[in-house]
């Protein structure tokens, strides 16, 4: 790939960042939108659309209290690690 192509792939690609962001924030605002006409209400049908806004609960383990309170020799047989190679661009 040239030095030209590259620029012009990072150009793209920030472009469409910067499109997905937009409409991660248009995605949201409607969200939004159908959250504050529910209200409390849970379940609600909107022609063919069935919408349900329900509280869930769930449990995750809390990994720092875990680390502070267990010593790392005992952690170290339920630790797990993983190697990335992220693409970052400045």
Same mark, same amino acid.
């Given at each position: 790939?040239? %030095?030209?192509?590259? &620029? =012009?792939? &990072?150009? !793209?690609?920030?472009?469409? @960042?910067?499109? @997905?962001? !937009?409409? !991660? #924030? =248009? &995605? !949201?605002s409607a969200q939004d939108s159908i959250k504050a006409a529910l209200g409390e209400t849970e379940t609600a049908t909107f022609g063919p659309y069935k919408v349900t806004f329900k509280e869930v609960t769930s449990t995750r383990l809390?990994? %720092?209290?875990?680390? @502070? +309170?267990?010593? +790392?020799? +005992?952690? #170290?047989p339920y630790l797990?690690?993983?190697?990335?190679?992220?693409l970052r661009i400045s």
């Open positions: 790939m040239t %030095t030209a192509e590259m &620029i =012009a792939s &990072i150009q !793209e690609l920030q472009e469409l @960042k910067r499109m @997905k962001d !937009e409409l !991660e #924030a =248009a &995605i !949201e809390d990994t %720092t209290g875990v680390r @502070k +309170a267990f010593p +790392a020799e +005992a952690l #170290a797990k690690t993983t190697v990335s190679r992220p």
